[in-house]
Structures are given as structure tokens and as C-alpha cells.
């Protein structure tokens, strides 16, 4: 089957119904066009924008010229009540020596050593499931994914008392933060206060209020020599090699507020998708079912797993090229630009979208199915190079996803090495909020496998 996407309007309206459309959901406030075209321009009053998905302009602005493209102001606007100027939202030489200090925390060394907190949070989280019926999955791989960052950064499992709040809270936000809104769009002066609705902000004062507690403690904790070595003491205690300094309290609360956002939404949704595609195409699911029961030992958490995990990581591959957690990014011209006969002006948004470029009708083979196969495919190894950025590209790539690449197909084969899916009534529909989520949630129905032997060590 198509794997389900949103509608699409079409036709042009005022600022007024696009702000009322971006609220409900900005995937099906966009028109179908943009499947097919290289760039659209699009203004309405005070919002230019130019939609490019020409691989050409993708690569000119995310990897030649980043800084003459910096992120829009407008982002930060409408995502401050949660992240203030975390690492997600900065530019420059802010950013830079943001980036000078997490880095170092996920490199691949990092990686193997925080490998057996991924293990064990996945392993908790396929003993917390259901032994049979249908349930929506978004909740259970949200707790899954938070419970992967919590016991990575603060070495603290979700049952904690903090973390379990700091988690019911993220959703509580997830539900009131629009991807975008009126203060993303319009630009306004230093002194008006910013359009953010009072649940909006209450959620954000609430979880950043949990996060310094966190913080809080881990300095006192580095203070007396106790810190565990997780990602937490590894950035507070990491200085800029430039500069000799290290995060305030204030800036760390930022950082860890994306790093929820990030690497807990992120691969919430994506790892939602991954398992609901596997429900509706049996004979994939049956394939990462056998790989997982052959290449995993429950009992031990072997890292070079990973690297056996081939069919897992295709499969995770697909979700997100159909369902990029974060389905637009938006940038801003420094300077006058001409972009395929166009002028662009100074200030002008420039929109890159996943969503849509990962669905290219001129660049990708059978665009809107689901085809796991297709990235040992020249026409697929080709788009993973030019037309594929979930985790965008360049100098601002996201420094998790090497991270998320070992925790999506890891969580997943689990998931399929103890259980059997299958789709339930009507697919679920992708909308976008803070991430591409499912407008009723995504549901499947779970039966046990029989029980297999020992993986390969």
C-alpha cells in the first residue's frame, strides 16, 4: 500500500489563512506543486518565502555557504518560550562555540560507550509492552526515546521521579507549540510581547523549570567529584578549546531543552513510522524479524550488533525519508541572491523541506512508496547524496545523528524479534506539529512471537 500522506491545498490566500492553516498543520496548508517544482516563491503581506528543493540550492545553502544563510530569526522567535538559544536556534560565533563544546560528546568513541544505556532502556521498553491487542505506539515510543535520553545524559532511567516529569511534560508541550506560528511569521519589535499562547508558555516554563533541577544537581555532583561519565559531565565540563569556557547553568538548561527536543521527538516520530510502515508491508516486517532474531542476544549488549543490523537500519532509513521528524527548515538570505532566474532579496526566507524533498517526484523512484530496497539502488544511493537530509547537512548537522542511527534500527529490531504487527482500521495521517506525528495517533495491533533462540555474539 501508498504509505499515507496529508492533502494539499492549492491557490494563494491571505497571511490571515495561512497562519490559521500553519497552526492546524503545515504539511496540508502547502499545494501539491511543490512535489514537482525546483523553487516556488510565495508572498503574502510581510512573509517572503522561496521553497527550494533543487539538490543544487539545497547543497549552495546548508554546505557551500552556510553562513550567508544563517537560521531565520523568525524560528527562533516561535521556539524560545522552550529552547532560548540553544544550539538549534543560534548563529555565528554563538553557535559556533556552542558546537566547539557538544560536539566532542558524540563522537564515535562517545557512542560505543553510552551504547549499553540505548540497550537497556530498549530492552525495558519491550518488557512494558502489552502482551497482545492495539494500542497506539506514539506513546510507547515516546517513553521509549526519552528513556534513552535520560539514561544517556543524567544516567537516570524514565521511572526516576524528575525524568518521569520532565517527560509528561514534553508531551503536554507537544500538544500546545505549533511548528509555527505568528511569531515565526511576523516580524516584530525588541519591546511587543510575543504572540505565544499562555499553555504554550506555562509548558515551557515548566519543563525548563525540571531541566535546572537536573542541572542543578549534576554540577553539585561534578563539584564533589561523584558525576557519573555520561553525556551531561562530559558537556558541562567540556570548555571551548578557543575561548577556555565552559557552559553557564542557564546555557546548559538550553542545550538540554534541545536535546530532548531533538533527540527525544525526533526519533519518537520516526520510530513510530518505522513500525507502523512494517505493520502495513508484512513481507519487510518478516525480514527485519528474522535479522533481529538472528544478530541479536537479549542477554548481552553486544555493540557491533549495530553493524549486523542491515535490513533494521534500511527499513529506518525509509521512515525517515517519508516521515522527516522535522519536515521544514528555514533560513534567511544575508544578502541579494539569484536563485534559477530569480531575485532573492536580502531577508528573504528560504524554505527546505524534507517532506518534499524526499518525495521529489523528478528525482526519486517510486517517491511515495515504501521501498527499503531502494538505497542499494544507483537511483537511490544517488538522492541519499543530493536529496536526502533528515538530519539537514553541512556544518550544521545535527552532531546526534550518528546517534539516532544506532538507536532507531536497535529499538526497532527489538521490538520485532519478540513481536508480530498489523495495521489497524484506517492509516494514520501525518500531520506536523513540533515533529510529523499522526493526527489520531498510530495505531497497530502487537501478538507475540514465538520465542527464538540466542542471537550471534
Not at 521529489?360 to 541519499?384: I, S, V
Not at 506539529?433 to 540466542?454: E, N, W, Y
Request: hydrophobic residues 40%.
Amino acid at each position: 500500500m501508498i504509505p499515507p500522506k496529508p492533502a494539499t491545498t492549492e491557490g494563494k490566500g491571505s497571511i490571515r489563512r495561512y497562519i490559521r492553516a500553519f497552526r492546524q498543520d503545515l504539511l496540508s496548508a502547502l499545494p501539491g506543486k511543490l512535489y514537482r517544482a525546483w523553487m516556488a516563491e510565495y508572498r503574502s503581506g510581510p512573509i517572503h518565502s522561496f521553497f527550494c528543493n533543487d539538490p543544487e540550492l539545497v547543497s549552495l545553502v546548508l554546505r557551500e555557504r552556510p553562513d550567508d544563510f544563517p537560521k531565520s530569526n523568525r524560528l527562533r522567535e516561535g521556539l524560545a518560550p522552550l529552547l532560548g538559544r540553544s544550539v538549534f536556534v543560534t548563529n555565528g560565533e554563538e553557535w559556533q562555540h556552542q558546537r566547539r563544546i557538544i560536539d566532542p560528546a558524540f563522537e564515535g568513541g562517545r557512542l560505543r560507550e553510552i551504547f549499553p544505556q540505548i540497550w537497556d532502556a530498549g530492552q525495558a521498553s519491550v518488557a512494558r509492552l502489552p502482551e497482545a491487542g492495539e494500542i497506539d505506539i506514539e506513546p510507547v515510543t515516546s517513553h521509549v526515546t526519552a528513556d534513552v535520553i535520560f539514561r544517556t545524559l543524567f544516567s537516570i532511567p524514565i521511572e526516576d521521579e524528575v525524568a518521569a516529569e520532565v517527560f509528561s511534560a514534553f508531551r503536554a508541550h507537544q500538544d500546545a507549540q505549533p511548528i509555527v506560528n505568528m511569531a515565526a511569521l511576523i516580524p516584530l519589535p525588541g519591546w511587543m510581547p510575543r504572540p505565544h499562547s499562555r499553555r504554550t508558555k506555562a509548558t515551557a516554563r515548566h519543563i525548563r523549570g525540571l531541566i535546572e533541577t537536573l542541572v542543578a544537581a549534576r554540577a553539585r555532583a561534578i563539584a564533589d567529584g561523584t558525576a557519573p561519565d555520561d553525556l551531561a559531565t562530559k558537556i558541562m565540563t567540556t570548555p571551548d578549546p578557543e575561548t577556555g569556557e565552559c557552559f553557564s547553568p542557564p546555557e546548559m538548561v538550553d542545550q538540554v531543552a534541545i536535546f530532548f527536543l531533538a533527540g527525544h521527538e525526533t526519533s519518537a516520530s520516526s520510530l513510530a513510522w518505522a513500525l507502523w510502515l512494517l505493520a502495513a508491508n508484512p513481507d519487510w516486517q518478516e525480514r527485519v524479524a528474522a535479522e533481529a532474531q538472528a544478530e541479536i542476544d537479549p542477554e548481552v549488549p553486544y555493540f557491533s550488533a549495530i553493524s549486523r543490523l542491515k535490513l533494521s537500519r534500511d527499513v529506518y532509513r525509509e521512515a525517515l525519508r517519508l516521515y522527516p521528524p522535522v519536515p521544514m527548515m528555514v533560513r534567511e538570505a544575508t544578502c541579494p541572491e539569484r536563485f534559477r532566474d530569480r531575485d532573492v532579496p536580502k531577508g528573504a526566507q528560504i524554505v527546505l523541506s524534507p517532506w518534499h524533498l524526499h518525495r521529489h517526484a523528478r528525482l526519486w523512484d517510486d517517491p511515495d512508496g515504501f521501498d527499503p530496497a531502494r538505497w542499494q539502488t544507483q537511483n537511490g544511493k544517488e538522492c541519499l547524496r543530493q536529496a536526502y537530509i533528515p538530519f539537514s547537512a553541512g556544518s550544521r548537522v545535527c552532531p546526534g545523528a550518528g546517534f539516532a542511527m544506532i538507536e532507531g534500527p536497535l529499538i526497532l529490531s527489538m521490538i520485532l524479534r519478540e513481536y508480530r504487527l498489523e495495521p489497524t482500521g484506517t492509516p494514520p495521517v501525518p500531520v506536523a506539529r513540533l515533529t510529523v506525528r499522526g493526527r489520531d495517533g498510530i495505531r497497530i495491533r502487537l501478538s507475540p512471537r514465538a520465542k527464538a533462540g540466542s542471537g550471534h555474539r
